[in-house]
């Protein structure tokens, strides 16, 4: 069984500011792990991903994250904050075996302040 | 890259009617699609799994007479909300994973709302 668990539903930092999504997860098979991001009322895009090559994994719009294992944690952050960057952010699981299922995260709001 | 395109991109229609929501993939086959529902402030929730030339796999809950999903060829999947009602007012999204891709690809999603 796979789930996934984002920590905060809501975060606010002002612009400039480091960011920080945690996400946790459990799967029962080796898992892929990737971040999406929504904007209001558009489609979801791929931010960045982990297929089990570097643990430190960087994307798009100088976010990263980093996978650890023995904290099944895939935290997503950011070292400056643009306004832009206000959205709904997801983390994302998919077994490498068995399947394609795919799981999101509950979603966490972030909000950037002037 | 690979691209997965929805249409109609929002609709609008009467309660008791149906409406057809259409997910291509524009570079790929995709033998298998998946379509997700999300509700507001809320997140994506599975649906059903949709698989070319044969029946879809419904999550529990799901209500298949409902949501009628036809996968007739490798590049198309439609989802028919029947006799529509207005808490089936939602954003609809479709993805599948190209060959060699270990990420879903979505498409722009649907935003339906039943009056």
């Known amino acids: 069984a796979q789930s996934v668990t984002q920590l905060d539903s809501h975060v606010s930092v002002s612009e400039g500011t480091p960011v920080l999504l945690r996400c946790n997860y459990s799967s029962s098979y080796s898992p892929s792990l990737f971040w999406y991001v929504q904007h209001p009322n558009k489609g979801l895009q791929l931010l960045l991903k982990?297929?089990?090559?570097?643990?430190l994994v960087k994307g798009i719009n100088g976010f990263e994250a980093e996978f650890k294992k023995s904290e099944t944690s895939f935290h997503l952050t950011k070292p400056s904050a643009h306004m832009s960057d206000a959205a709904e952010y997801f983390c994302v699981v998919t077994p490498r075996t068995g399947g394609f299922k795919t799981i999101f995260g509950a979603g966490t709001r972030l909000f950037v302040k002037a | 890259g690979a691209v997965v395109s929805q249409h109609p991109s929002w609709v609008i229609c009467k309660s008791g009617t149906s409406v057809k929501i259409e997910c291509r993939s524009l570079?790929?086959?995709?033998?298998?699609m998946f379509w997700y529902r999300q509700f507001p402030k809320q997140s994506l929730m599975l649906m059903a799994t949709?698989?070319?030339?044969?029946?879809?796999?419904?999550e529990q809950g799901v209500e298949k007479d409902k949501f009628l999903i036809n996968h007739a060829s490798l590049t198309l999947s439609t989802l028919t909300v029947t006799s529509a009602h207005p808490e089936d007012s939602s954003f609809y999204i479709c993805?599948?994973?190209?060959?060699?891709?270990?990420?879903?690809?979505f498409g722009q999603g649907t935003r339906l709302t039943v009056v």
């Open positions: 982990y297929t089990s090559a570097a643990t």
């Open positions: 993805s599948a994973f190209p060959t060699g891709f270990p990420e879903a690809f």
């Open positions: 949709s698989n070319e030339g044969s029946k879809a796999t419904y």
């Open positions: 570079d790929f086959q995709a033998t298998t």
